[in-house]
Each structure stands twice: as C-alpha cells, then as structure tokens.
C-alpha cells in the first residue's frame, strides 16, 4: 500500500533527537504569572476576578464571551495583582490577569462529574467549554466549537492528529509514550458525540514505537484505528492530514466538517479526556525546550501563564547565547526578541538557535526554479503569489489562489534565491481577510 | 524597561532555510557543463579554450560593469558565468574571438540586463546571443571547418567543416557511433552526447533539471521525424537526428533553463512538446539543417501563454468556483 501522504512537502533537519528520549519532567512556576484574556481565536475572554482577590489554581479567572470563545483558569494559587495589557509572542500587546504566585498550589475542588456513560452528548460538549480547552497544536480554535458541526450524524472520521511534523518538537511524541491511554480516551469521549464517526489516530511514522503502542492499545476497539502516515512536513496540517487519511480536500472557505471530518490534536485530545473523565480545566500542557542553544533540551509539563524565562532559567538556561528564539517550531512559530512573554495554551515550544539562517542570507531575484510551486501543499504558485504581494495586486492576487496557502512556510524553505515568499504571502492574506470582515 | 537588554532576532516564519543558493544552481550547472566543454577542447584544440574564455569573460565582465553602475553586485550569481559558458558551447571553433565577445556582451546586456537582469529575461541569454551571431555572421557562424593544429605529442587534423546533420540533409550516410562520442563536426559543446548526458545525469541526480522537458522534447521530436521525416521508423536514420545538431545540449542545458520555462508542470510538457514539432519543422521543411536554436527561442516567447492554461488548480478547489475568486 502506498503510504498517506500529500503532494508536495518539504524534509528539513527535524532537530528531534536532542529532546524524543527525554521523558517529560513536572515544573513548578514560582515567579509572576500572566494570563493573557485571548489565548484562542475568536472574542477575547472577560476577566471575573478583580485586583487584590485571592484564586485558587483551577479556579475559572476569565469567563468566554459568546460561542466562539474560551475561559480562562488560574494554573496557581495566588493573588491577583493587577489586570493589565501585557506583551504576547506575537508581539501584540494582550490584556492580561497577572498573578502573584503564593507557591502553596492550593486545587480548586474538581468539577463534580456524573459518570461518563450517562453524559449526553451536550453535557459532554459543555463540560469541553468549561474547561476553556482550545486546539493545542497551535492555532488555538475552541474545541467545543469544531465539536459542534451542525450536522453530528454526518462526521465520519474524528481524526486525532498525531503527526507533530513541526521539526524540533516532540511533546506530542513524549505524550504518546508516556499517557496513551489519556489520548485515546479524549478521542473515545470525542467518538461518543459523533455516532457515525471512526476514529483514526493519524502518526507520522517516523514514530513506530507510538504506532505500535497505539495499535496495542487499540487493538480490540471497532470504532479506533492507527494510521501511519508518510514523515513530510507539513503532514500535520489540517488540510493535508484529511487529504491524506481520507483523500477528501478542503479549501480555505471550508471547515473540515464540510467533509465530514473533525480534527483535534494530541494535547487536545488529552486535555478533553482531563476536563470530561477527570473534571480538570485546562491549565497545563507539554512544552518542549530545545534548540542548540539550550543546555538540556527536555520536555516539560508547565503550568499555564508561566514565563517562557522562568521555563528556561528552571531548566538550566542556554549553552551558548542564541541568535533566535522561538516561540512553537521553526517553520511555523513566532520569534521573541526577549523571554519575558507567558507561555499560553498554543504553546508548543521554545526553541533557541544560536544562527539566524533568515538574517545569514540575504534575499536575491527570483530565478523561476518552481521549487516553491513543486513543494506548496496548497498547490499554488508562491513565487507569483508574493510578487502579487508586493505590489498589492489584489485581483491576481485572488486570481491566483492566494487564500488557499496555509501559511506552512515549505516556499520560504526551499526558495534558493531566499525570497520571503511565505511572510508576503501572509500579510496579503491578513490584509484581505480583514478587509472581508468588514463588508 | 531601564537597562538597554540584550534582544534577539525576530523575523517572520520560518525560521530555516534550505542549503540551496542561487549560485550553488548555478555553480552545478557550470560544473554539469564541463564535460562537454572539455570534450570540445580535446576535440576542437587549444583555440577552444580561447573562445570559451572569451566567451565567459565578455559575460561576466559585462555583468560586472552593469553591477558596478547600478551598485548591485549581480556578478556574483554566477549567473553570467554560466551564460557565457553555454554561448561558448554554441559557437564554432574558428569564430573569430571578437565576434564571441560581442555575442556574449549581447547576451548578458540586451538580452539579460536591460529586461531587469536574472530572472526577468524571457528568452533565454546564450541562444539569443547566438542567434543575434548567427544573423550578424552567418559565414563565419556556420563555418565548422577547422585548420590543422600540433600541440607536443598530439596533432589535431584540419576538419572539412560539414557537420553530420548538413550532411543527413544532403543525402549522404553519417556514423552514429561517431556522433555519440562526439568525433564531427559542430559547435565546441554540442557534438558529444555522451559528455553531454554524463552532465545531465549530474543535474538531474542534483535535482535541478528534471526530464519532463528534455523527456518531452526528445519524444515529440522522435513522433514528429518518424512521421515526417521521410523516412519512415528508420533507427539509423532517427538515432542521427537525435545526436547531432545542438538537440542533445539544447534539451537537458538551454531549454531547462529555469527563467526561460514555464514554472508549472503541465507547461513543461507542453513547452517539450512544442520544442519538439517546432525543430522537426526547422529541421526537415527549413532549408537550414539545424533548428534547436530557433524552436527554443520561439518557446521562450510562448512560456507566459503556457504558464496561463496550464496553471495548476489549487488545492481543494472546486468546479463550482469558490468564495474567494470572485
């Protein structure tokens, strides 16, 4: 059999050996915690609490505003002090809760749960939403929103997203090692709201040991099955997974359950079977610490809201002085240019590298290669695309496809005269998709 | 903020790149191109080595004073380098070096540099360079003889100047053998086919040519000799029209060339495809027996047309249109 896979794609250096066979270590914040009140897409959360109150870690600080939306909870105890825009790793500025961290780590009471068989599948989707839990991979969608389609009858495949094609990275890889079981779980308690759903655990198979894992652990469920699917980045995507477990194509104007699909990632998935089985809001998560710059690259289970320096400084600092730090991987993460930003639930990873190979070259004339066109998993044209870009030709712009690029970054990667196809690209794609919202 | 802090880098994602570079492209295709130079030169003899040179320089030199004037440093691609080496692959032996010069200062200056220099000509530099000689100095240009030359132990015979394929059109039988290994007459890179695939084979093991237009080109032009050649499947016949000439080097090294194709697959097919009817026309309706050149500068010209039909469909684009396109 042909494996899954997609067209195009690119194999960069995956960095994945310096942190795959390190199990995850528990870390405890003691400094400042950060809460920014956006931390998913859609409307910002509105803060509950008020300076000087004293919260409990589980506690809900920040309650969704309307359906698209998600709360936030406190992942410490401690006092609130102030409320107050701070800076995010995009660089925007974001309201935020800041905590004082009392170090007592004094628990909420758990949400009290009826069992799992007797949930329907409503209580189920409003237990999600309770417990803020937002797609983890990185976009940070609300999950009870992809959860609610309106048709449930009609999704026939739940796919957890078990790629992690994002090189460097492997908290996914450590959590399907180390808690299968809570994965499959999330995706049983997903399953149950969808009655006509298979679920497909979807992994890159650069990762035997976790397919085989997954297909021991799965091995008498009728509704489950593990597929392996091609190592290419970016398999992980949400179009080119469904194209390459079903064969089904998406576009940007579409959601997944157009085609009858819902996707949620690892972490996802873990913190859905937290919140539902175990009555836990979402206040931890996996980050992976990397990079050549960084002494001990790790994987760590933060406390949500914890400073990316506190992370790094508890974790025994850098090696060398990195040129460039990272927010999430290095094909699709955002840079810092300093370590004082909190991390949040899309937080993947840190990654510091002490070259900065975008600033080393410099970007020279377009020589018609088609790489870019070879590897786009959008197949589109990036090297016309971003010269629409530059001069804002809108109408070839459109003509040409530009909505449908995913933003993977394969175009940049690959470009040898080292054009920065995929950020002009991107800013066209933010324009026009601002400008849509507005008619 | 008080204290000045030590800030990283920031730009927008990714964050890596490949090792691919415009020069490295171009360095390989340079070094892909040494066997057939260097066959031309134990072929053809020293003064070989005078035209190539002359040839490179013109480029380069011209790129360079270009680069100078508008405070760009261009030169350094290796882009003209290759130019100049490929006109060189494409000029007879006994030209006078002048005219080389001159053909490689058009080239890179009227062909390349005034269009807005690497990657906005639309036809390719080194054939227009050589078609602009070859209606400037059609003598000297389709003069292959060659004068004898000794040089210590080896002696270089004085070749009669008829290439195999002037020859095929006039009637008379040509060796193919010879033609394979290169052993005739022609322009300084074009008569061995082994060195010339030998060279091909590196790029396309490199991955920077791939077969889709040579496959293309070489097919299609094998259909169209068969149909109209007048000689029916005629294997010594058609083997001799694929070795000789400039098809063989016009095929994996000109009408490759990355600016002057189409970018999109379905183009590349159809761009082959075209190159192979256009130099079965020139070859065998034309009164010249040669038309590599030609047929590949005429595709150059229909590359954006090419381009427009065969654009790819995007991804999950559907039949009914999307609410984006309109």
Redesign the interface.
Known sequence: MAKLTFVGGIHPYDGKDLSKDKPIRDILPKGEMVYPLSQHIGAPAQAIVAKGDRVLAGQKIAEAQGFVSAPVFASVSGTVKAIEPRRVASGDFVQSIIMENDGAYEEAPARSLKPLQDMTADEIRETIKEAGIVGMGGAGFPTHVKLSPKEPEKIEYVIANCAECEPYLTSDYRRMLEEPEKLVGGLRIILRLFPHAQGILAVEDNKPDCIRLLRKLTAEESRISVKALQTKYPQGGERTLIYAVTGREVNSTMLPADVGCVVNNVDTMVAVYRAVAEGKPLTERIVTLTGNAVKDPCNYRIRIGMSYAELLTAAGGFLTEPQKVICGGPMMGMALFDLNIPTTKTSTALLALTEDEVSAMEPGPCIKCGRCVEVCPGRVMPNYLATFAEHFAEEKFLEYGGMECCECGCCSYICPAKRQLTQNIKSMRKILLAKKKKK | MSEE??????????????G???S??MLAVIVALLPAAGYGIFHFGPRAIAVIAVSVAGAVITEGIFGLCCKKATVT?L?AVVTGLLLAMNLPVSLPLWMAALGSVFAILVAKLLFG????NFMNPALAGRCFLLISFPKQMSDFSTKGFELGKRTWDALSGATPLAALKAGESVNVMEMIVGNTGGTIGETSVIALVIGACLLILLGIIDLRIPGSYIVSFSIFVILFGGRGFDPAYLSAQLAGGGLMLGAFFMATD??T?P??VGGQYLFGIFLGIMTGIFRIFAPGAEGVSYAIILGNLLVPLMEKVT????????KEG?????
Do not use: E
């Open positions: 802090k030590k800030m990283y880098r920031v730009s927008s994602n990714p964050h890596i790149r490949s691919w570079t415009t490295g492209i691609d882009s220099g690497l990657g906005q990355y600016v194709r970018i999109t654009r790819p469909r995007p991804f999950g684009y559907r999307n609410a984006h396109g309109k």
